[in-house]
């Protein structure tokens, strides 16, 4: 948690330093801590829980997970009751909700040992208020916490030092297994799932102006593919592709991605590709034919530089 910490303070004031103020070994600190810790969660994706390298496999019924998902996300806080009620049980009758925490709550306790009065062996340690809870854990990593540092670390020097830069978002994006508690439904958990997915295509697009600038196609393919699994109507990755594939002239490619894209959003989004979108495509296609010539039929000249519209690097 100190590196991450760290990381946290300097992305509030626009800087990424270690305890002596070397933003480099701050980072590395981060990226290649092997050090196992107390607890470890992973949120993105499917959810675990190791305490001291063992994982929490039997939760007991009721809302105990939930309630240990939502707490750790803000460690430290006093949650007041009504606020978890409403997080974890908005549709039932508080009365109902109220005896529902308190089973939750025990339930809690006696599955990862967080005795209300000191930590156990795990180093958690869940404390009550008078008006609510807060959960306390001495040495915990979470993938959240580490993919969020490093996305916006990475994002600060992009543009200034594209290998720093580079490995920082692809370390990011290493973390980046599945939505944030996949399957799951709660307002609270779709408000974050939509927040980290956001930081996840701000980290991708930055990695696709990269690979356009350096005119890294085998990079650039990845990259739109990538994001395509996250969000499969982000038209502009299908843009990205078309001109990509436009630019060695595999007009078939051109067509295919474009098919698909208005495929998918009519039929899921009920909209038409943007303008933008029609005209790459008639402009790759057009520009891809030669005139025709008296001593033949026309030719396709494939470019020979990946040299891709304004409006795809937005």
Not at 68 to 80: C, D, I, K, V
Not at 284 to 308: F, I
Request: hydrophobic share 40%; aromatic share 8%.
């Amino acid at each position: 948690m100190a590196n991450q910490r760290a990381f946290r303070r300097g992305r509030e004031d626009g800087r990424v330093a270690g305890p002596d103020g070397n933003q480099e070994e701050a980072m590395t600190a981060v990226v290649n801590d092997g050090v196992r810790h107390a607890v470890e969660v992973r949120f993105l994706g499917d959810f675990s829980l190791f305490i001291k390298g063992s994982p929490v496999e039997r939760w007991r019924a009721g809302k105990a997970r939930n309630l240990f998902q939502y707490l750790a996300l803000r460690l430290g806080q006093t949650l007041t009751k009504d606020r978890l009620y409403e997080a974890l049980w908005p549709d039932s009758p508080w009365p109902a909700g109220r005896s529902s925490l308190k089973v939750a709550v025990h339930a809690l306790r006696r599955v990862v040992g967080a005795h209300p009065d000191h930590p156990g062996d795990s180093g958690i340690q869940l404390v009550s208020r008078d008006f609510g809870y807060a959960l306390q854990i001495a040495d915990l990593w979470a993938d959240v916490d580490e993919f969020e540092e490093l996305v916006y670390a990475g994002l600060r020097v992009s543009g200034e030092d594209g290998e720093v830069a580079r490995a920082r978002l692809r370390a990011a994006l290493e973390l980046y297994r599945g939505d944030f508690l996949q399957g799951e439904t709660a307002d609270w958990i779709v408000e974050q799932r939509e927040y980290l997915k956001s930081l996840a295509l701000r980290a991708l697009a930055a990695l696709r102006a990269d690979a356009m600038g350096r005119q890294g196609f085998a990079d650039l393919i990845d990259i739109c593919r990538r994001t395509l699994e996250i969000d499969r109507h982000h038209e502009e990755s299908y843009r990205a592709l078309m001109a990509a594939h436009g630019s060695r002239g595999e007009l078939g490619c051109v067509r295919s991605w474009y098919e698909l894209c208005a495929r998918r959003l009519r039929t899921e989004l009920a909209v038409e590709p943007a303008r933008e979108t029609e005209r790459l495509l008639h402009s790759l296609l057009s520009r891809a034919e030669a005139p025709a010539s008296p001593d033949g039929p026309s030719m396709v000249r494939p470019r020979p530089h990946l040299s891709l519209p304004a409006t795809i690097a937005s």
